[in-house]
Structure formats: C-alpha cells, structure tokens
C-alpha cells in the first residue's frame, strides 16, 4: 500500500538514511579509506550499557573487551570520527512468534548512553524493561533524531524531559496491549518542533484534555498513531496546523456522537483510521473531499444512513473497511470507478443485495487489483455467477451468513491466487468436483460449512492446495472418510461434523493427529476405537457418533482447552484416563463423557484437572461415591453426574466448588439430608436438580438464600415437613437473564447461553436447552406438604 510509506516506512528510510551517513564520510585522498575505528570512551559505555543487560538469546555475544565495537552487532559508527550513530537493538522476532519473548533484552538502561553524545538513532523496542519507568536521562540526548521504544515492557508516567530532545523526528512509545504507560499531560510535546512520527499507541492519555492542542504544535508531523489511548473527546482547535499529516490512526478510543468538524483541515490524509469508536451519526458529506485517501478504516462504530454512494468520490481508496455499522444501502454502481481498491469491506452492513449485481459491479477495473473482498452477513441473497472468475488477484473471499443460493459456478476455479474462503451458513447446494479446485493451489484455508453442498471427487484425487483449515460442517462427505485429506499436512483445523461419514477413521489420519489445534467430527457415523493420542490440540469434539472401547489416553500437555467424547459407546472404568501422570495439572476447562457405557467408581484424582470450569459425566453407569478430591475443581461452574449409580451423601468437600451455578445428581442413589451449605456456599447457583434420589427429612431454608435460582427439582425423594415461606425469595424463577458461566448445552458442545437439564413436570420428563432461559420453576411432589417420611 502506498500508505504504509506513512509509518513504518518512514522509519526504514530515515535509518537507511542514518547508515548511510555513517558510512560515506571517508577520505578519498590516494584512494585510500581513511577508518578510525571505535572512540574508547564510547566503548567502555556500551559495555556498561551491556552490564545491566540479561542477554538470553546471546544477540550481543560480538560485545567482547577491546574489541571495535564499530563492528559490534546492532552498532553503527560514523567512519571518520569513530564515533557511535546508531544503536539497534530491536527485538529480531516479530511479537507473534513463538521465539519473541526468548529473544528479548532484560533489564535496565544504564545511563553510560549518555557518553554517546553522537547518537543519533536509539532502537531498544522489543525488549523486556521488567516494569521500570522510561528514564529520564534520554531527555538529555539532545542529538537523538530517532527513538523507538515501544513493546518494551515500560510503567509508569512518560517523563517529560522527552520534550528536551529538540531535533527528534521520530518517536515510537507503543506498548502494545499493555495500559502501564500513562501521562499527565502532553505540554512536552511541543519541544519536539521537527518531529514527524509520533506513536502512542496505548498510552494511557486520560488526563491529556487538550491533546489535540499540543499535537497541532508540530508543523512537521506527517504520521500521528494515538489508539487504544483511552481518548474521549476533540478540545476545540480555534486553528489547525495539520496540513502535512498523511497518517492519522485513532482506532480503539472512547470518541462518540459525530465526527469533529476540525478533521476536514487534515487535508494531505492517506492514511485514517477511526475504527471501533462510538461514532454513531452519519458520515458528513466533507469527509468525502479527502482526495488523498488511500486507508479508510471506520469499522466498529454505528454509523448509519445512505453513504456508500458517496465513496466513489475518494478515488484514491486502496483500503476501505466499513464493516460493524449500521450502513443501510445497496453497493451502487458508482464504485466500478475506485479502480485502486485491494481490500473492502462491509461485513454486517445492510446490504439486501443480489450477489450477481455486487459481482458485476466488481468485474470492471476493480478486479484487477482488488485483493480481499469481506462481506459477511449482509443479507446477500441470489446466486453466484461467472463474474466471480474474473476476480482474479483476490486472495480473501467472505461471503458468510447471508442467504446466497444454488451452485459453485466453475469460474471459481480461476481464482487462481485465492487463500482464505468462507462461504459457510449460506444456502449453497449442488456438487463440489475436484474440476472446480483444478488451478486454485494457493488455498489454505477454506469453509463451506452449514450448506447444502456435496463434496464429491474421484477416489485417488490429490488436490493442488496445503490447507491450514478446513470447515464443511453440515456437508455431504461421506459415506467413506475422505482420502484426499491424506495429502494435507498442513491442516491444524477442521470441522467434518454432521457431514454423514459412516465409517473407520483410516490410521494414517491418527497419524497427523499431533498438529492438529481444533477438530470436529461430531454427529456422524464413525466407528471403532480411538487409540492414544499425543498432540497439542485445543478442542476435540469426537461426539455422536459410534465410538467404542475404552477412553483413549490423551497427553495434550499445556493445550487441551475442551474435550467432548459424549454420546458413543465407550465403556469400561476411567481411571487410566483421569488420573495421567502429568507433571502439571491439565488445562482443560470443559470435558464432557456424557451417554457412554462408563462404569466403575470415579476416581479420586480431580486435582489433575483443577482448571474444569463444566464436568458432564451423565448418564452412564458410575457407582460408588463421589470422591473428595472434586473439592479441588475451585473453578467448576457446571456439574453433571445424573443418570448413574452413584450412592452416599453430598460431600460436605464440595462446598469448595463455590463458583457452581449448576448441580445435577438427579437419577442416583444418593441418601441423607439435603445439605445446608448449599445455601450458605454455592451463592452462584442457578440450576439445581436432586430429583429421583433417596434424600430425606426437611427442605432447608438456607436454600432461600440462592437468590440467583432458576431451576429447583427435588422430586422423587422422601422429603418431608413444609415448604418454607422464604421460596418467595427465588425472583430468579419470574425474571429473564443469561445463564453467566460455562455449560456443557444440549449438543454436547461448551459455550452459548443453554444448559442441558432434564426437567420432570408432572410425571412427564422432557429436555429442556435452547428456551431455558424462558424457563423458571421449582417443584416437588405434593406429598412434601406433609410431615411424613415417605414419598
């Protein structure tokens, strides 16, 4: 894009610029280069500088004694004077990779740099200053042109003394997720006259009320990058002063109501980004005279109205996201002109527009260079067409959530540089050959899921693509496993539920099955057993289908998040499978066994996995106790052990689980009294179900204490005596409210807003999930309004 010239472009040529003036000064008397080497003094504060430093990845092992430290890694020198220029020392990883934290920099900024009175470029960003405060003495270097400090792991409040450093063209603070920078205010600023880049990116500037007042200070400024500041205003600019500013980025702030007036004076903008604000007006027609305009990003806001039409003004446009607004009005055809635009945008606008039109519309000029088309659920309807072939360069197609109908044309085939496609919960249908993938071998990920559509492709077909995802939930793959998945090395992703395998899953796909991070095969046909698997996957859901033999052992280590094993033929104990010897508890938060054949005491090693926030172990043929370790699961939100055999009291243990909002035990053989604590312990607790058990003498009042009660069913036992008055506490029961934790719902599948309880209304059991929140009853048999002992 030509706006990233804007920003960090602006610092790769202001330090190749720096290099080269650290290397042209030289002698060309005879011919001969005139190389002084390393001043002593300089080097002694570097090596000081190199004494406050843990050096993990070993990035300055060239730093050694009376060496030239001209020659040091990440030290550039003037090579007339031997003085010291530049110092970078910037993280080599990029922050997303794995190796970026073992790459950092500890410590602190010894003040020895203020003996490099040449320096001129300072680069420490990336690093890890363990939480200290910037230091004060880098106002002092005054010959300072470029400072980057930002991802570094810095507290506290900016020092001021920043503002001493008159030349600075270039100043980065960005701390990158993290809110410990702050400021008082932002007077200081206006010390820096040349300045020309400015990033505060998460600096907290709360307290800063007339920021814009001082940014307006700096003539020069040609890139201002202020989000996730905590911003919420515009003060009044009597005169604005921001005719060189290309790049403006205040995305993830505070700001409300309509855009301010003073924008328009920023007249040399390339680059605006005023995303995931609160914006909530229409765009003003000014807004459209910014000819310059290449990066337009108002995403995440609630604009609203007929503006798309006025677009096709910004003729300059490469990036466009309207995307998460209120926008209510057709593509029109107006926009076949922004022949510049790669990237657009429009996820969740109003569209209610006939796909083929949108097509057309994007087959012109636009085609040529456009690279990512984004138009989820906006109520596109129609068909595809031949049209979408000619978009040729594009590598991202969302087409999902909307109601596009009838087939894949083959001209999808020819979106030969394609990468990432979602076509999923839409109304597609017919036959997916491997004719349409013929020339797309670029994809990597790609979702199709909640259609209609049939994959069918001959049996030894290899298809051209490495894909990284797959999705063709509610597809028709089967009735085979599909081979070709053989070919694909790469996948760490798929989802094949609900797409009508009825088979054995071949051995070579165990095999891959170490890479995967999230896999879904539920609601099919699969039979067999599952062996021991080793890998470093996040979700597995094998539910719903025909799996027998035992539970198989799974060593996930730090990674497994969610486990559903529900609805199949397993069968036989589940120590084996509990109580693995791992060095630290699991980290799985929900594991569901529910409707299998497992029988045996349950195992008394719940400190294994202490992080389970939803334990469904329902309806299978458990006996014994229920184990005092279960007191460890601090976290557990959600605790399913109806259906089973299980016998004794409720363990006074499990008042430690007081983040329970849901407990059923009905369907059991549990005795004694209904326990006090659970009104004095579990204050979280929405669902309660004891029904169909052997529990005795009187209801507690203490239970009036669950004020956030929705769901009480006691039936089924031997209670007695009456019911006490304080019921009327139960407001819950008549009021209407999410369910806040996490549940195992009537799919088998964690997450939403259901929990699966079987409810007995008058002799009649029935499911109860996806209406529950519309649900809120307490009940009992009339027989405990009586003092009697018996049912």
């Not at 980025?249 to 700001?255: G, P």
């Not at 077909?461 to 089967?478: D, K, M, Q, V, Y």
Request: charged residues 15%.
């Amino acid at each position: 894009m030509k706006s990233a010239l804007s920003s960090s472009g602006v610092a790769l040529l202001f330090f190749g610029f720096l290099v080269t003036i650290g290397t042209i000064n030289i002698s060309f008397c005879n011919g001969i280069t005139s190389y002084v080497g390393c001043i002593a003094s300089e080097r002694k504060a570097l090596l000081r500088f190199k004494g406050d430093l843990i050096d993990p990845s070993n990035r300055l092992a060239s730093w050694i004694g009376d060496e030239d430290c001209c020659r040091w890694a990440g030290v550039v020198c003037d090579n007339f004077t031997g003085h010291v220029l530049q110092l970078y020392l910037r993280n080599p990883m990029d922050i997303f990779y794995a190796g970026y934290e073992s790459s950092r920099l500890i410590g602190k900024i010894n003040p020895s740099l203020l003996d490099l009175k040449h320096l001129v470029y300072l680069d420490l960003s990336g690093n890890n200053f363990s939480g200290i405060q910037i230091p004060r003495f880098l106002g002092f270097m005054t010959n300072l042109r470029f400072l980057n400090l930002s991802n570094s792991r810095f507290e506290g409040l900016v020092p001021p003394q920043l503002g001493n450093i008159s030349n600075l063209q270039y100043l980065d603070l960005n701390q990158h997720y993290s809110y410990e920078l702050s400021v008082e205010n932002l007077n200081w600023i206006s010390g820096l006259s040349v300045l020309e880049h400015l990033d505060l990116s998460f600096v907290n500037l709360r307290k800063a009320s007339d920021w814009l007042l001082d940014m307006n200070t700096l003539p020069h400024l040609l890139v201002l990058k202020l989000s996730f500041c905590e911003l919420q205003h515009f003060p009044p600019l009597p005169i604005a002063n921001f005719s060189s500013l290309a790049t403006l980025d205040l995305h993830f702030n505070r700001f409300q109501g309509l855009i301010p007036g003073v924008l328009q004076n920023f007249t040399s903008l390339k680059h605006l980004d005023l995303s995931w604000n609160d914006f909530n007006s229409s765009i003003p027609n000014w807004f459209y005279r910014f000819s310059h305009l290449e990066y337009l990003s108002l995403s995440g806001n609630s604009f609203r109205g007929a503006t798309l039409g006025n677009i096709a003004n910004l003729t300059s446009l490469e990036i466009l996201d309207l995307s998460y607004n209120q926008l209510e009005e057709n593509i029109p055809t107006s926009w076949k002109t922004l022949c510049n635009l790669k990237l657009i945008s429009l996820s969740l606008a109003n569209l209610s527009q006939d796909i083929s039109e949108i097509l057309d519309i994007f087959s012109g000029c636009i085609s040529v260079g456009l690279e990512s088309l984004e138009l989820r659920k906006t109520q596109l309807s129609g068909h595809l067409t031949n049209q979408l072939g000619k978009l040729k360069n594009v590598h991202t197609l969302d087409f999902a959530i909307n109601s596009i109908s009838g087939q894949i044309p083959m001209s999808f085939g020819e979106l030969s540089s394609l990468k990432f496609l979602d076509f999923s919960h839409n109304k597609l249908n017919g036959t997916l050959s491997e004719i349409h993938f013929f020339n797309i071998s670029s994809l990597e990920s790609f979702d199709v899921s909640e259609n209609s559509l049939e994959l069918k492709v001959i049996r030894n077909w290899i298809p051209p693509f490495h894909l990284t995802a797959l999705g063709l939930r509610s597809c028709h793959l089967g009735p085979g496993f599909p081979s070709w998945l053989s070919s694909q090395k790469k996948l760490t992703r798929i989802d094949m539920s609900n797409s009508k395998i009825d088979d054995i899953i071949p051995n070579w796909f165990w095999k891959y099955f170490s890479q995967f991070k999230f896999l879904n095969l539920s609601h099919n046909q699969i039979r067999g057993e599952i062996p021991n698997l080793t890998m470093s996957i996040e979700i597995l859901d094998l539910s719903w289908n025909y799996f027998s033999g035992p539970l198989p052992l799974i060593y996930a280590g730090d990674f497994l998040d969610s486990l559903d094993l529900s609805n199949n033929a397993f069968s036989g104990p589940i120590f084996h499978f509990l109580c693995i010897d791992i060095k630290e508890p699991m980290q799985t938060r929900v594991l569901n066994l529910q409707n299998n054949f497992l029988f045996g005491e349950l195992p008394d090693c719940w400190s294994n996995w202490q992080n389970l926030e939803a334990l469904n172990l329902g309806n299978n043929e458990f006996s014994g106790t229920i184990p005092t370790s279960m007191a460890t699961l601090s976290a557990l939100q959600s605790l399913h052990l109806h259906k089973n055999n299980l016998s004794g009291s409720i363990p006074l243990s499990l008042k430690n689980c007081s983040s329970l909002g849901v407990l059923d035990l009905s369907e059991n053989k549990f005795v004694g009294n209904i326990p006090t604590w659970i009104g004095e312990s579990l204050l979280s607790m929405t669902i309660l179900n004891l029904h169909s058990n052997n529990f005795f003498g009187l209801l507690p009042v203490e239970l009036c204490r669950l004020v956030q009660l929705q769901i009480l069913y006691l039936a089924d036992n031997k209670l007695s005596g009456t019911i006490p008055r304080c019921v009327s506490n139960f407001s819950a029961m008549i009021t209407i409210e999410k369910l806040p934790y996490t549940f195992i719902d009537s799919s088998g599948s964690a997450g939403g807003t259901d929990e699966n309880v079987i409810l007995v209304v008058k002799g009649k059991e029935g499911g109860y999930s996806t209406i529950l929140n519309l649900i809120r009853n307490y009940s009992w048999e009339h027989r405990c309004y009586e003092i009697s002992g018996s049912n």
